[in-house]
């Protein structure tokens, strides 16, 4: 069974590949892949993926959360999810 990081990673990569890359059939992004870095979190791109994770995935991202380090690549932005999953106690 896979765990929820792999899941997460999973369905962020097919997001991200199915809509914000230029050509899908590249070869694709890995876990750290510099999203940033490689422009392909433009501001636009951005606010599609917060909307797939709020509405897709149910986690809402609060802009105090939305810095270049949580968002650098996949594993930074399944990082932060798990840790908005978890209560704080």
Same mark, same amino acid.
């Given at each position: 069974? *896979?765990?929820?990081?792999?899941?997460?990673?999973?369905?962020?990569?097919?997001?991200?590949?199915?809509?914000?890359?230029?050509?899908?059939?590249?070869?694709g992004?890995?876990?750290? $892949?510099?999203?940033?870095?490689?422009?392909?979190?433009?501001?636009?791109?951005? *606010?599609? #993926?917060?909307?797939?994770?709020?509405?897709?995935l149910?986690?809402?991202?609060?802009?105090?959360?939305? $810095?270049? $380090?949580?968002?650098?690549?996949?594993?930074?932005?399944?990082d #932060? #999810?798990?840790?908005?999953? $978890?209560? *704080?106690?």
């Open positions: 069974m *896979a765990s929820d990081r792999d899941e997460l990673i999973a369905q962020l990569t097919e997001f991200v590949q199915d809509r914000l890359l230029a050509e899908p059939d590249s070869q992004i890995a876990p750290d $892949t510099p999203l940033l870095e490689w422009g392909i979190l433009t501001s636009i791109n951005t *606010a599609q #993926l917060l909307t797939f994770i709020r509405d897709e149910g986690t809402n991202i609060p802009p105090t959360e939305l $810095t270049g $380090t949580n968002f650098q690549n996949l594993d930074s932005i399944t #932060l #999810l798990l840790s908005l999953r $978890t209560p *704080a106690h």
